[in-house]
């Protein structure tokens, strides 16, 4: 928004901002903030940062956590949420003593990937454009605790309550895809959702109901450079969850909310364009795309079992991970073919637009970590010229769940589990610290703090075992 310092405080006074708001993720993915007055929004602030604990976040430990937040004014804009004009940015992290960027910032290090890509002369820059799934519902409540465990969400639009309003304009299970009013319950939510975004200057492609029937929604923006795309999916996902709770219904992101609906991906479209050429772009090829792409897809794939510890991070993801809802379980590639890993979208056919949609992440990941690992594995296939063909990668232009189940077993499978994950990137993450982009240090952090999530969930009864077990 802002190009400099004096460019933001004109804009403080002509607005008569008291406030302003800092904001930044968490080593999981999640936004936290800390509100400063405008009085100290000045040229010492920016050199010296606003101090917070890192150790609270997961960026450091106890006994060095002190670091500070020095906002990035190109991310500036007006937060509607609050009741007084509210001034946001989203912020680097930086070392206390020494204003350092810091190196496990999740912003610097997928900032630091595409710096190592432009130094191996492959690629300036990444663009991408994620699409984001959610569901809105009515209702939500659930409880933990020694004596029981249960969830329960409402949706109008299920017509599963007696309470609902209208009967007749229900949908069914599976057939959200594209609905229209009345069916459509949320299209002034996410028209609102929209235009607010679009208001603050994040930029929309579309919007739409999705397949699940139960209040499942989408919003995908553009094709956007790297950091403006993790960052613009940052503020979507503000947005949508406030506009959600101001009108009395909840937004969630959750992979598998519910069993027997469709789950939420967020599947990322990608390519790497360098002097502003697309780099995954060949006329010649049948699927036009370049010996680049291919070797940027056989990476991904190759490491698609490690990259899920990071674009797949919660014991839920797997629950969405299975056969029969268009998500991915197999290591492929195909023109069109949703149930592929790898989808090579038939409508992006020319040379500014060819790529490709990595489609196993969900939004619980940590969108700055997931798209660094992502282009990390893809440059890991360039710079090792890795062909799909030598690992049996497709292209495979069928439905596999079709398939005899001796044929499937031929395809490499994605981890059915957390745990199968955090074990695969265990073994393969050498790829991730090239460059220096990743480090041994928040690897291995990550790994040690998602276990312990997994081994908390599976060590609790699960209310379906009840039902199965109790009469034994």
């Known amino acids: 928004m802002f190009k400099g310092l004096d460019e933001a405080l004109q804009f403080v006074a002509d607005h008569d901002i008291r406030t302003i708001d800092l904001k930044f993720a968490d080593l999981w993915g999640r936004w936290h903030r800390v509100t400063i ?10 050199e010296a940062g606003v101090g917070f604990d890192g150790s609270s976040v997961g960026l450091k430990s106890v006994d060095s956590g002190d670091m500070v937040l020095i906002p990035d004014l190109s991310t500036g804009f007006m937060d509607p949420f609050a009741e007084q004009p509210l001034l946001s940015f989203i912020c680097n992290t930086h070392e206390a003593g020494s204003k350092r960027l810091f190196a496990q910032d999740p912003r610097q290090i997928a900032r630091r990937a595409e710096e190592y890509m432009a130094s191996l002369g492959i690629a300036d820059s990444g663009v991408w454009g994620p699409e984001l799934e959610f569901y809105i519902f009515d209702r939500v409540s659930f409880h933990s605790d020694a ?3 249960a969830y329960q969400v409402r949706c109008v639009e299920s017509n599963r309550d007696a309470d609902v309003n209208q009967p007749a304009y229900f949908i069914k299970p599976h057939g959200g895809y594209h609905a229209a009013s009345p069916h459509d319950h949320f299209f002034d939510i996410r028209n609102t959702i929209v235009t607010m975004l679009e208001d603050v200057g994040v930029p929309i492609k579309y919007h739409h109901h999705e397949v699940g029937g139960s ?24 947005f949508t969850k406030n506009v959600a709770n101001q009108r009395g219904f909840t937004a969630s992101f959750l992979p598998k909310p519910m069993y027997g609906e469709a789950g939420n991906g967020m599947h990322f479209h990608q390519h790497i364009f360098k002097k502003g050429v697309n780099q995954f772009y060949n006329a010649d090829d049948p699927m036009l795309l370049s010996d680049i792409a291919y070797q940027y897809i056989c990476g ?31 290591c492929f590639f195909s023109l069109g073919n949703r149930s592929a890993a790898v989808r090579i979208p038939e409508y992006a056919n020319q040379p500014d637009t060819v790529r490709f949609e990595y489609r196993p992440p969900d939004a619980t990941c940590n969108l700055y970590l997931a798209m660094a690992s992502m282009l ?64 041994e240090e928040i690897i291995h952090s990550w790994i040690k703090n998602k276990r312990k999530e997994m081994i908390e969930v599976r060590n609790r009864p699960h209310p379906f075992e009840i039902e199965l077990y109790s009469d034994l």
């Open 376 to 439: 990390m594995a893809g440059i890991d296939g360039i710079v090792n010229k890795m062909s799909p063909a030598d690992h049996n990668f497709g292209p495979i232009n069928e439905n596999i769940f079709n398939w005899p189940e001796e044929e499937r077993k031929k395809i490499k499978n994605l981890p059915t589990s957390l745990e199968g994950a955090l074990d695969a990137l265990e073994a393969d993450h050498e790829f991730l610290m090239v460059g220096g982009v990743f480090s």
């Open 300 to 330: 991904l794939l190759t490491h698609a079992p490690a990259l899920l510890a990071f674009t797949n991070p919660s014991t839920n993801s797997y629950k969405r991970l299975v056969p029969g809802y268009e998500a991915p379980i197999g």
């Open 147 to 149: 004596f029981g465990s």
């Open 215 to 238: 209040g499942q929604c989408e919003i995908e923006t553009p094709m956007l450079p790297t950091i403006q795309a993790a960052d613009a999916m940052m503020i979507i996902k503000y």
């Open 37 to 46: 007055s405008s009085r100290i929004f000045n040229q010492e602030m920016m």
